[in-house]
């Protein structure tokens, strides 16, 4: 006997604003039967197949010691510097750049309301 993972929640003072920001990360979308509004307390978004959720939930009190559990992500198409750019873009705060000079390595990111994520290389930069 197994469990399996239903959805990963991650607590938020905003829980509309973070589900916007990370599904603009992700490719993720709501439920188009039942949106995620501004003002909800609780917000999830979905992977293109459904296999993958995130929820958000409203908590009182912000973020305040280095984050137990992150997400590792690498950029679907392009590379670690071009998604890096994108994601920037969208919000994200760069915390801490751990790059080798020969490629390897990571950056670490930190979403709107500080929780830290890092970006990987793309497979084709690791040659897989």
């Known amino acids: 006997m197994t469990a399996l993972i239903s959805h990963t929640t991650f607590d938020s003072i905003d829980a509309f604003t973070q ?6 990360v992700l490719g993720f979308q709501e439920d188009p039967d039942d949106p995620n509004l501004a003002g ?12 993958q ?26 590379t670690l510097d071009e998604e890096l ?13 751990l790059r080798n000079p020969d490629g390897t ?4 990111l930190a ?13 084709a930069e690791r040659g897989i």
């Not at 589900?19 to 603009?24: D, K, T």
């Not at 909800?40 to 296999?51: L, Y």
């Not at 994108?86 to 915390?95: C, K, Q, T």
């Not at 390595?105 to 670490?108: D, I």
């Open 40 to 51: 909800e307390e609780e917000c999830m978004i979905f992977s293109a197949d459904g296999t």
């Open 53 to 78: 959720r995130l929820l958000f939930m409203e908590v009182p009190n912000a973020k305040q010691l280095k984050n137990r559990v992150h997400l590792d992500l690498k950029p679907a198409n392009g």
């Open 105 to 108: 390595g990571w950056v670490v």
């Open 19 to 24: 589900s916007v920001f990370w599904g603009q």
């Open 111 to 123: 979403d709107p309301e500080g929780n830290e994520f890092c970006i990987l290389r793309s497979d």
């Open 85 to 97: 750019a994108r994601l920037l873009a969208l919000g994200a705060r760069e915390v801490d750049d």
